[in-house]
């Protein structure tokens, strides 16, 4: 298949508006400037990165070839230049990847997802990591997967960290990592270029088992999503949605497929695709962070990216 390759391709070009929303509302949470601080403070970046590096299989053009072209064709797609490094993880029961690393990041894949993926779907699934990467997902990701903990050591340290950790902080976070999802899906929608490679593979995520894939109807899959009603639906309290948002360990793959799918309709996936986004954006003058540069929030007082104290 011959990709487009889609030069100067810009975060915002595909970014779903909820990720944003979401976002901004976790940045306005109470205790979310500590939280940042301390986890770049006490090295806990560093933890995942020594985990994976002594854990699991590297891949690299003379380990994985053919894997690795498959990652390379996607940074080339998207649009990012400096690669990260991938690994491959033993995972029995997952068919997905994650991302690590704000500065050097690196691309986790389950081996489930490399015995189940064609080259089109591991595409799709390579390029939502790298979608992730490029909007600057990477940190809020890392702690959201250490914030369960984080109460119980910061306290027994008396750094009175556990008090900020409140309800209110776990739900913003896990209500804009399910949108930054939907982010995250498309970047891979965008490296695959091909629909059905995107709607097989959220399929399989979904639980489509390995003995019924010659089986399996998609168009089944599709109006099942298309249907699906979500909380933006109406008719859910707040406290019934933040009790399912605590089910931190579901995929909301019907609802992502809703989500993209939508995306796809209203034509703005195709308009990617033929650059008529390209220059639509326009740069904004923005206050920068002095030692790394990347954006900084107002009436921040830490660095969201590099941590250091403003």
């Keep these: 298949m011959d990709y487009k390759i889609l030069h100067n391709l810009a975060p915002g070009e595909y970014e779903h508006p909820y990720d944003q ?7 306005a949470t109470r205790g979310i ?3 940042v601080r301390k986890f770049h403070e006490y090295g806990i970046e560093k933890i995942f990165t020594i985990q994976i590096t002594g854990s699991n299989i590297s891949v690299t053009p003379a380990s994985f070839p053919g ?5 390379e064709k996607s940074l080339e797609i998207l649009n990012l230049s400096i690669p990260p490094d991938v690994y491959i993880y033993r995972s029995d029961d997952e068919l997905q990847g994650f991302t690590t690393g704000v500065e050097h990041p690196i691309i986790s894949l389950s081996h489930g997802s490399i015995e189940s993926f064609d080259e089109e779907e591991l595409l799709f699934v390579i390029g939502r990591e790298i979608g992730h990467i490029k909007s600057k ?10 914030l369960p903990l984080l109460s119980d050591i910061f306290a027994g ?40 490679a995107a709607t ?3 399929s399989k995520i979904a639980g489509l088992p390995n003995t019924h894939y ?32 605590m089910f931190g360990d ?22 990617v695709l033929d650059r008529k986004t390209e220059f639509r954006l326009l740069p904004k003058a923005e206050d920068k962070c002095y030692n790394c540069g990347s954006k900084i929030r107002k009436n921040s007082i830490s660095c969201d990216h590099c941590g250091i104290l403003l």
Excluded: P
């Design 137 to 146: 997902h990477v940190l809020y990701y890392e702690i959201g997967a250490v």
């Design 200 to 202: 097989s593979a959220l």
């Design 157 to 196: 340290a008396t750094l009175g960290l556990s008090s900020l950790i409140s309800m209110g902080l776990q739900i913003a976070l896990l209500n804009w990592k399910r949108m930054a999802e939907y982010t995250a899906d498309r970047a891979g929608l965008l490296a695959c270029q091909n629909v059905d």
């Design 21 to 27: 929303k979401a976002l901004d509302a976790l940045q």
């Design 67 to 71: 894997i690795y072209a498959i990652f």
């Design 33 to 35: 400037d500590t939280v």
């Design 250 to 271: 579901q995929h909301w793959t019907i609802d992502r497929t809703n989500e993209l799918y939508k995306w796809i309709d209203s034509g703005d996936y195709q308009r």
């Design 214 to 245: 010659d089986q399996f109807n998609t168009e089944h899959f599709v109006r099942q999503a298309k249907s699906y009603q979500g909380f933006e639906a109406g008719g859910y309290n707040k406290a019934i949605k933040y009790i399912s948002l």
